[in-house]
Structure formats: C-alpha cells, structure tokens
C-alpha cells in the first residue's frame, strides 16, 4: 500500500517505520491542537473527514524519493475525486538527516523547487491544455498525470511562520478543483477566506504573507504562494523550469 487514510493509519500504526509513526502523530497533533487551531480550515475538515491521503517518501535529496512521490501522485490523481470535498495527498519525507545537519529554509526551498522539477520529468502525460506553461502567468499551476495541484511546502525550518513549520519535510498536493467552490467569485469563498486570514494572523503572530492571493487575480502567481519564506520576501523568478526548458526547446 502506498496512500493511507487517517483510519488506516490509526489501526495499523504499529505497522510503520518508526519515523513515520512518530511524524504521523505530529500531523495528527497539529491538526486537533483546539487550543491554537490550524489556520487552514479545509485541511482540518479533509482531516476530520478521513478524506485526506497520506504517503511517504525517502530523503528529499535522493532520486529515488522523487520516484516515489511520482507513484503516489499518479495513484493519487486517480482516486482524488472519490475522496471527498477536501481533497488533498499530504507526502511526509525522511528529513532526518537535513534536520541533524540544522538545513536552512533556502536550502528545503531548493530542494522543493528540485523534487518538483524531477517529478515533472517523470511525468508521462502532456500538460493540460488550459494550464498556462508559463509559471509568471496568473493561471499557471503545477500539474502532474494531466490534474494541477495547489503544491504545499513546510519545513523544520521555518521559525516565524509557523504555518509552515512542520518537523518533517512536508508537501501537500490539493487539486485544483478542490477550489472551484473556494474562490473569490463566490459568497462561501470570500466568506472563507475572511476567516482564514483571522487564524492565520492567530496562528503566525504575523501578517499574512503578501503572495497570498486568489488563484486568477492578474498580479497573483501560485509558485510565490508554494513556498512561503519566514518575511514577507519572494524569489524573483521561478524556479520551476523543467517545463519551460522543454517548452522553449519545442517552440524553437
């Protein structure tokens, strides 16, 4: 088995390497800590719920922990929608070894930019039609086996945003979708979002991040929202270039 459910995981626990279970348990701690709610309420119901989906991989720096999060992304693609709602696979890595050397935050930000460029190359599918290749264009999303996904980084690392302090290497895959009722064309959306700011600020004890904005607003770009830095800076340019390189060769 390669995707778990909270409910299988919570019977068959036992059944795990010990640094899974003990990550697990921090997830699962993080998500029922009532006194300091987790700002991202469909993450928490999709936890409630039972429809998130869990995996684990290798250390993030090894090729083979790439494979690994390409075969649970594909068989991940093909069950998302029998899930439920609040649709997200959420991919623990065996960041033992970048904890002890005390990594950086730039340093787990290359590595997320390096495992998403590699994924993509083990990807077998054309890219979506109408997903923009162009990561500085405002519709652009990561896409892998023909879905986009919302693409989640936390890191041991982070200090300030605790949002997106985990003690694991984390990435979250939420497909694009899942948005389609969360959005800022929509009553429940912007009603969602007013409250998701409000425990964000709780959560962080900073303001949200300026890269935080509605997927489609013209000056919004999803790879800024991906990786979070602790201030409120972003990278300049993407470094997602796996597709444009192969798109560029293409075009010429």
Known sequence: ??????????????????????????????????????????????????????????????????????????????????????????????????????????????????????????????????????????????CFDGEPYFAFCATPAHVIRKSRQFPTFLIAFQPRWVFDEINASTTFGQKLKRVIRKRLVAYDGVDPHPALKWYGQQDNYEWEQYFLHDDHSSLSKCPFTAMVNKFKKIQS
Not at 64 to 91: C, E, F, I
Not at 98 to 108: G, N, P, W
Not at 119 to 129: A, G, N, S, T, V
């Open 1 to 142: 088995m390669d995707l778990f459910t909270k409910s299988w995981l919570e019977q068959h626990g036992d059944c795990l390497e010990d640094w899974q279970r003990s990550t697990y348990k921090d997830f699962v701690y993080m998500m029922g800590d009532e006194e300091n709610p987790y700002p991202c309420i469909p993450g928490m119901q999709g936890f409630i719920s039972d429809t998130l989906r869990f995996g684990f991989a290798g250390r993030p720096t090894d090729e083979g922990s790439h494979k690994q999060l390409a075969k649970l992304l594909k068989q991940y693609g093909k069950v998302s929608r029998d899930t439920g709602k609040y649709a997200s696979l959420v991919v623990f890595f065996d960041s033992r070894e970048m904890v002890k050397e005390e990594a950086t935050i730039d340093e787990y930000q290359n590595q997320f930019w390096t495992i998403l460029n590699q994924i993509h190359k083990l990807d077998e599918e054309e890219w979506p039609e109408h997903i923009p290749k162009e990561p500085h264009h405002h519709e652009w999303e990561f």
